[in-house]
């Protein structure tokens, strides 16, 4: 397995992501790894929600104040009953929303355990479903969602 540390890069196909890149991927992310990834609107910069080293560094990497929680990926509208609560009129909505480029800010879940560096101090978190195959293959390897922060500053410029 390769270090969390070590720069690697791992071409993916956008359409039938290779399942062997997927899976080294996921392994990276289990491990501690942060990843560039591609969504439907922009490239992001995740990790493992339950990787707190991880995290931080994505932190770092942003240079965003902790106070402000990232938001996560799940991989379909079941996935986000597991960490959020959803009411019947957000139900609807989101049914007809995702997958796409939408956050939808929710009280989170008590039926698991959402790290709370990703949670706001009014207990919501902010939830996609993307529109991209490679995100969905490497959440459902995965097995649990994904940190996900735009590969941006603070400026909306792209990073360096």
């Given at each position: ?80 009953s597991e ?52 995100c969905e ?17 603070e400026s ?5």
């Amino acid at each position: 397995m390769t270090e969390p540390n070590r720069a690697m890069t791992l071409p993916v196909h956008p359409v039938n992501p290779q399942g062997r890149h997927i899976s080294l991927a996921a392994g990276l992310l289990r491990s501690g790894g942060v990843i560039i990834y591609p969504t439907d609107t922009v490239y992001g910069l995740g990790c493992s929600i339950f990787h707190a080293g991880a995290i931080e560094r994505v932190y770092r990497i942003k240079r965003q104040d902790r106070t402000k929680p990232f938001s996560f990926l799940c991989s379909d509208l079941s996935h986000i009953s597991e960490y959020a609560v959803v009411s019947n009129e957000a139900f609807r909505l989101m049914k007809r929303l995702i997958p796409g480029p939408y956050t939808f800010l929710l009280p989170a879940s008590r039926m698991k355990q959402v790290p709370r560096s990703i949670m706001s101090k009014r207990k919501t978190v902010g939830i996609r479903v993307p529109d991209n195959r490679v995100c969905e293959a490497l959440i459902r390897e995965l097995g649990h969602p994904l940190l996900s922060a735009s590969v941006t500053d603070e400026s909306g410029e792209i990073m360096n």
